[in-house]
C-alpha cells in the first residue's frame, strides 16, 4: 500500500473520531448527532474495516460515539443494534479496547430492557471471550443470578462451574457463594435429588474457601434435602454442624459482622445465620417429638361394666400418663432452644417451635379427655340408688377430666399464643401460625377471634412448613 495513502486514511479516521462530523450542528440533538456518527462510519469507516486495512479500529470509535449519542437520546433499542455491530466479527471491532468493553455494556443494556434470557447469554459469551477482563467475574454472578430467576438451572450450573474454574482461585468465597446460591434454587424448586448431588459435589470447596454464612446455609440445605428423601440419620450428621457452629454465639455474630458491607447486608447474613440454625434445632426437636407421638394412648378393649374400666383408667392410662408427660416436657425443652437462641430467635422457627409444643400438650389433654366410660354410664335418667341422673354422671367425669388435665391446656394455651404473638409482630403467618389461631379461637374464643385470611407465600424460602392435625 502507498504509504501517503495509508497516513491519509488513519488522520482521515482521527479526523472524524475528534471533530465528529463535519456537517453536524454545534448543539444537535443526540439523535441526530448519532445518525450522523453512523453515516460517517458508513461512508468511511465501514469501507475500512470490511478490507481490513490499517484505520479501521480508529474509524470504528464512530460506532461507539453513535450508540452513546442513542443512549443519551433515550433510545436504547438503538444504542444496542451499533453495539452489535461493533461486535460483529465482521467489521473486525470486537476485539478493540472498545470491543471488549461493549461485549460486557450490550449485556448489561439487554438486563436493563429485561431481555434477561439474552443479556445473561451476552455475559457468559464476554466472560467467556475477554476473561481477563475487570468486569467479568461480575459479569458471570449476573449471568448466573438471570439464568436463575428465569428458572434455567443447567446454563446457572454451567456459569457456576466456568466461575469456579476461572477465579476460584482468586475469589474462592465468591465462587463458593455461587455455589451455595445454585444450591439454594434446587432446594427452592424441590429438585431434591439435584440439590443432593450439586451439594455432594461442591461441599468440600464450600467448607474449605466459604464464608461462615454460606458454610453454615450450605449444611442445612443438604441436611432439609436429607430428611426430604428420608436420609434421617444423613440429615441429622448435616444438621449438627449448623448446630455446631453457633455453639459460641458471639463469636460467630463478631465473625460475620467482620465481613463487612452496609449495615442492612450485615443484618441479612445474620437473619439466615439464625434461621438456618433454628432449622437444625428445629430438626432435632421434631426427632424428640416423634418420640412422644410413639407413646400411643392405651386403647380399652375390655367389657363396658364400671370395674373394668375404673382398672384400665388407674393402671394403662396412669401408666401412660407417667411415661407421656416427661416425653413431652422433654421435647418441649428441645424447642425451646429455638427460642433461647442469641442474639435472637428467628420468627420463622419461633413460631413453628411454639406452635408444635402447643401441638404435643393439646394432643395430650385430648387423649387424656378420651379416657372410656362403662357402658351403662351412657344410658339417660336417674341412677339406681343415687340422686343423681346418668347426665350428671357424665357431666361430672368429664369434668374431673378437664380439671386433672387443665395444667397441660392452660400449657398448649401459653405456647399458642407465643405462636400468634411472634406471627402478628413480625407479620409472617404460614400453616403453623394458622393452627395456632385456630386451637385459640376454638377453645378461647372470647379472647381469641379467628380471622379470615389468604395467607401470604413468603419469598426467598425454600422451606415447606408442614404441620400436623391438632387435637382438642
Known sequence: MNPKRWIS??????????????????EADPAAEAEAFLKTWDESGKPLCEKNEPGC??????????????????????????????????????????????????????????????AASHYAQAVRKFPAMPQAPEALEDAVVLRLWMKDEKKAALDVELFAKLYGAKQPEQAARLVVAMADFLVGEESWREARGW???????????????????????LGRTL????????????????????????????????????????????????????????????????AVDAIRYPAYTGPADGDAVIKHITTKVAEWVKTKRPAVQEAERAYAEVLALQPMPPPRWVIASSSRVGQMWSKFVAEFRAAPIPKEWKKNGPVPGMTLTYEDLRKEYY????????????????????????????????????????WLAKNYGKEHVLVEEILPKHAGTSVVLEPSPVGR
Open 399 to 438: 369434668g374431673r377430666l378437664d380439671e386433672a388435665s387443665e395444667p397441660q391446656k392452660l400449657q398448649a394455651k401459653k405456647s399458642f399464643e407465643v405462636c400468634v404473638n411472634y406471627a402478628a409482630k413480625f407479620q409472617y403467618f404460614d400453616p403453623y401460625s394458622r393452627t395456632c389461631e385456630v
Open 199 to 221: 451439594l455432594g459435589k461442591w461441599m468440600a470447596q464450600v467448607d474449605r474457601s466459604g464464608s461462615l454464612p454460606d458454610r453454615m446455609h450450605a449444611h442445612t440445605l
Open 57 to 118: 479500529a480508529a474509524a470504528g470509535q464512530a460506532l461507539v460515539k453513535a450508540a452513546a449519542s442513542f443512549e443519551k437520546a433515550h433510545k436504547l433499542d438503538k444504542a444496542i443494534a451499533v453495539r452489535r455491530m461493533i461486535l460483529d466479527p465482521k467489521n473486525r471491532l470486537d476485539y478493540t479496547d472498545y470491543g471488549r468493553e461493549v461485549a460486557f455494556v450490550v449485556a448489561r443494556n439487554l438486563a436493563s430492557i429485561t431481555e434477561y434470557a439474552e
Open 9 to 26: 486514511r488513519v488522520l482521515l479516521a482521527v479526523t472524524f473520531l475528534a471533530a465528529g462530523p463535519a456537517w453536524a450542528e454545534a
Open 227 to 290: 430428611a426430604k428423601i428420608d436420609d434421617k440419620k444423613g440429615a441429622a450428621t448435616e444438621y449438627e454442624i449448623v448446630r455446631a457452629a453457633w455453639k459460641d454465639p458471639a463469636a460467630s455474630v463478631k465473625q460475620i459482622a467482620g465481613m463487612g458491607g452496609e449495615e442492612a447486608e450485615k443484618n441479612r447474613r445474620l437473619g439466615r445465620a439464625l434461621t438456618d440454625v433454628g432449622e437444625a434445632l428445629f430438626f432435632f426437636a421434631e426427632q424428640k417429638r416423634a
